[in-house]
């Protein structure tokens, strides 16, 4: 996935400004197609019906690669949504299936540093990604157009060796086959949508501020990952290890808190090396959301995990569809404010987050708001 998906997210903002002569408004558009699939994620449980889960998630990859590697192709407003819906398609669903396969093969004392080593192992391959990336940007001067054919070709031709070679494990319990909405989980789903919230506008608005802002090139914004992902290899699986520690709602609130500070500045930022640093400390907080799926994992019912992943997927993209839009209007008037209105999702979950009780589990998930465990699921 990160072979792909990275090397779609190092290149796309210099190539829709230089290519496409996108705005704000184009690219809050594309991002909210992007985040369609995402939407839907629900429909994964329905998928199950007809395809094992791991047979999906291969699926899934095939199509992420086939978009990526025909983006190059279509530099034009309505040829780039295309392409975008096509990649994005496979990209959620991915993740979707990623999700429910690791919470069920995973016990929940191990969760959290297994979690952390996988983020450790996806930032491993997106440095090696990145260093390629910059390597054929600045010294061989390659078209955007080859660089996202050959990332796609891989990622497509990876998931054909997947299916061929490696062996289709058996799933852990038999999960349900219907959309599963519990009241109980309730807050899980609240912050579940606010960090859907806030994550567009560290995905969409901050990478774009370094390009339209501050005239950063695609080999300095490929540099930008490159030190990101770097902090994830080096520390993910120790901040798993601290999650477990420490508890999800100090993991949570610390990520929380540290993101209020860090979207204020960004609304404030003049100097291009404060807005590299604000977006590398921005990245790294992101690592801390292995708490949120480690707190779902100990309060759900096993059964639940496979439809629940596809829900939360769509809970996370209610405001991921709608906030690129219509915080591209806001940007064409004010940069702070967009900002600033994440200042105000970041606040929210924080909120939130003090709601996590020490021991959370199953009739104990949350401080205040605790729902009774006999109830019929949606």
Not at 144 to 166: D, E, H, T
Not at 207 to 230: I, R, S
Request: proline share 3%.
């Amino acid at each position: 996935m990160p072979i792909a998906f990275n090397a779609w997210t190092a290149l796309l903002n210099n190539f829709v400004v230089e290519r496409a002569a996108f705005t704000g408004v184009e690219i809050g558009i594309l991002q909210s197609l992007r985040e369609i699939p995402g939407f839907i994620a629900f429909t994964t449980v329905f998928v199950l019906l007809v395809l094992k889960e791991q047979t999906f998630a291969v699926l899934s990859l095939a199509l992420l690669g086939a978009g990526v590697a025909i983006t190059g192709f279509f530099p034009t407003v309505y040829g780039l949504y295309f392409t975008t819906v096509l990649m994005s398609l496979g990209f959620h669903y991915f993740e979707a299936v990623k999700q429910s396969l690791a919470l069920q093969w995973l016990s929940r004392e191990e969760a959290p540093q297994v979690f952390g080593k996988l983020i450790s192992v996806a930032s491993i391959t997106s440095l090696i990604i990145y260093g390629v990336l910059w390597i054929l940007l600045e010294i061989f001067e390659l078209d955007y157009v080859w660089n996202f054919l050959i990332a796609g070709v891989i990622c497509f031709c990876l998931a054909i060796v997947m299916w061929a070679v490696f062996p289709h494990f058996s799933s852990g319990p038999e999960q349900h086959n219907r959309i599963i909405l519990r009241k109980r989980y309730w807050l899980y789903y609240a912050l579940t949508f606010f960090s859907g919230a806030r994550r567009q506008i560290f995905m969409v608005f901050a990478a774009f501020l370094m390009v339209e802002k501050f005239g950063y090139t695609a080999a300095q914004v490929t540099l930008l990952f490159l030190v990101n992902y770097a902090f994830n290899w080096l520390f993910a699986e120790r901040i798993g290890v601290i999650i477990r520690r420490i508890g999800e709602r100090n993991a949570l609130t610390i990520e929380y808190g540290g993101l209020v500070l860090v979207f204020t500045a960004y609304a404030y930022v003049e100097n291009a090396y404060v807005a590299a640093g604000l977006y590398i400390i921005d990245h790294m907080f992101f690592a801390l959301y292995i708490a949120m799926t480690t707190y779902f994992h100990k309060i759900a019912d096993p059964s639940d995990l496979a439809s629940s992943a596809g829900v939360s997927f769509t809970i996370n993209h209610i405001a991921a569809v709608i906030i690129p839009a219509a915080l591209g209007l806001v940007w064409v008037q004010s940069i702070s404010a967009v900002f600033l209105i994440g200042t105000g999702f970041a606040v929210c979950s924080l909120a939130l987050s003090q709601n996590v009780p020490d021991n959370p589990g199953p009739g104990n998930e949350a401080i205040i708001g605790k729902v009774r465990m006999v109830e019929h699921p949606v």
